[in-house]
């Protein structure tokens, strides 16, 4: 199936967070800090459009596709606050871990 659309919603996620922390660095500012994010609207759009795909793409990754994303979040995803980032790294943990249960059901319900 391929992981182009997995990669554009991973890739949007990540530039959103890489710019939330970017713009909180002094501390969460509500209205300057909202402006700033209003021209990141477009990785919103990303996410709506490929969502669907991704997540379909997402569920069929062997373990070469899986190796390659995990590559490919490697070198997008560095964000300065670390704390930020072990969240962010804790949630992809819980989704691929979430995947896998999907598939061991998904194994055992073909039996």
């Known amino acids: 199936?391929?992981?182009?659309?997995?990669?554009?919603?991973?890739?949007?996620?990540?530039?959103?967070?890489?710019?939330?922390?970017?713009?909180?660095?002094?501390?969460?500012?509500?209205?300057?800090?909202l402006v700033a994010l209003l021209p990141n609207l477009v990785d919103g759009v990303v996410l709506i459009k490929e969502g669907k795909e991704a997540w379909l793409e997402f569920q069929d990754l062997d373990d070469e596709e899986r190796a390659d994303v995990d590559a490919f979040i490697q070198a997008e995803f560095d964000i300065a606050d670390e704390k930020?980032?072990?969240?962010?790294?804790?949630?992809?943990?819980?989704?691929?871990?979430?995947?896998?249960v999907i598939d061991k059901v998904k194994d055992a319900l073909a039996k």
């Open 84 to 100: 930020l980032e072990e969240v962010i790294e804790s949630a992809l943990d819980a989704i691929v871990a979430v995947a896998d």
């Open 1 to 33: 199936m391929g992981t182009e659309s997995l990669k554009k919603v991973l890739a949007a996620v990540l530039h959103l967070a890489n710019k939330i922390d970017a713009v909180t660095q002094d501390g969460f500012q509500p209205l300057s800090d």
